[in-house]
């Protein structure tokens, strides 16, 4: 049986752009992008930074920052659906 090439994803942004301006936020294998994303993302049941820099999975909010953890958080790993909106948030903090 051939053994199969892992898959590579991109997440591509657009932000305030028309979208044919998007642009690749990341490509790599899925580990490989969810390995690098930037900054502290947090869980909890209320947001613990800005609104615009937090929303609900399910019952719980998540929040990010660029920064690396601050005292008393814990920070938790992204999975896909958290990178993507990270990978996101990050972007739109670097348009002008």
Do not use: F, K, Y
Request: contains cysteine; charged residues 15%.
């Amino acid at each position: 049986m051939p053994q199969q090439q892992p898959r590579h994803i991109a997440a591509v942004g657009s932000g305030h752009r028309p979208p044919q301006q998007g642009r690749a936020l990341a490509s790599g294998t899925p580990q490989a992008i969810r390995g690098n994303v930037p900054g502290t993302l947090t869980t909890g049941t209320a947001p613990s930074g800005p609104p615009g820099l937090s929303w609900r999975r399910g019952r719980q909010t998540r929040s990010w920052h660029a920064c690396p953890a601050r005292a008393g958080e814990q920070p938790i790993p992204a999975d896909q659906e958290d990178t993507v909106i990270v990978l996101t948030l990050a972007d739109q903090r670097q348009e002008p």
